[in-house]
């Protein structure tokens, strides 16, 4: 089994999407991740549950190619009727860029109902309602950084060369966007089994920075988010096999594995 982290996190990173982890670690130097393996189109059904619990929502990934570009949505259903919808765009000409940006959360499993979007031109717009308050709406200007990525997260871990670090950034709603700084690190690979077959999987660490002053004001109140993590089937065709990490801004780390379709039985 893979390790499992219990933690509590107070900065959201969302996101799926994931290179042998012996070796010299290249240094960490924040630009656009260059393009190893070329994406097409894909999908997937994940589950999503608690490190330790039992599954609370099912979830489809899909990437479509479009033109120039990679489309991808991200859907978690929840049992409670709560439902998580991520998308975004982007191209992979030479180095991966972000384009596009949305998500939306509603639903009992998340305390703001948010509508957030952005461009790589900076704009932004985000619609939300915390429970009992009415709606508000934010939209205005960030200074985005080549190499934000959400959504991206796993696409870009498994195009880092053989025990790399890497220094990207993210666009975090709490509901208010906020660029963060996600430094990435091997950290060694865990055994998990498939049937009767043992496989490893590289172990991938994120850790926000939120910047000196507000790192130090997170130490001191308590409130520094934990880490990330991410495990893939490393090789020539590396894959995604499962991440830990939080949906909101101070809300619960999640587990996201994949999942195999189930057949009804057969009629006789």
Not at 25 to 38: E, I, W
Not at 39 to 55: D, I, K, N, V, Y
Not at 113 to 125: I, Q, V, W
Request: charged fraction near 25%; glycine fraction near 8%.
């Amino acid at each position: 089994m893979l390790p499992r982290s219990s933690a509590r996190v107070r900065v959201s990173v969302v996101g799926l999407a994931f290179v042998c982890l012996l070796g010299v670690r290249a240094p960490a130097v924040a630009g656009p991740v260059a393009v190893r393996f070329v994406e097409g189109s894909a999908q997937t059904f994940l589950t999503l549950r608690p490190p330790s619990g039992q599954e609370i929502a099912l979830g489809e990934f899909q990437q479509v190619p479009k033109g120039h570009t990679i489309q991808i949505q991200l859907v978690f259903r929840f049992k409670d009727g709560s439902v998580h919808d991520e998308r975004a765009v982007f191209s992979q000409r030479e180095v991966f860029r972000l384009e596009r940006y949305q998500v939306h959360q509603h639903g009992p499993a998340f305390p703001t109902t948010l509508e957030a979007s952005f461009r790589d031109d900076g704009s932004y717009a985000v619609k939300f309602r915390k429970k009992d308050k009415e709606e508000e709406i934010d939209k205005g200007h960030l200074d985005l950084p080549a190499d934000v990525y959400n959504a991206m997260v796993t696409i870009l871990l498994k195009n880092l060369p053989k025990g790399a670090t890497e220094t990207i950034h993210v666009v975090a709603f709490t509901p208010k966007p906020r660029v963060v700084k996600l430094d990435l690190s091997p950290s060694g690979e865990d055994v998990f089994s498939v049937g009767h077959l043992q496989r490893k999987a590289s172990h991938y660490i994120g850790k926000p920075d939120l910047g000196a002053l507000l790192g130090t004001v997170a130490k001191v109140v308590g409130k520094h988010p934990p880490h990330y993590h991410f495990w893939f089937l490393s090789g020539e065709a590396p894959a995604f096999v499962a991440a830990e990490l939080p949906f909101y801004t101070d809300g619960p780390v999640w587990r996201v594995e994949l999942t195999s379709p189930r057949w009804p039985k057969a009629k006789r």
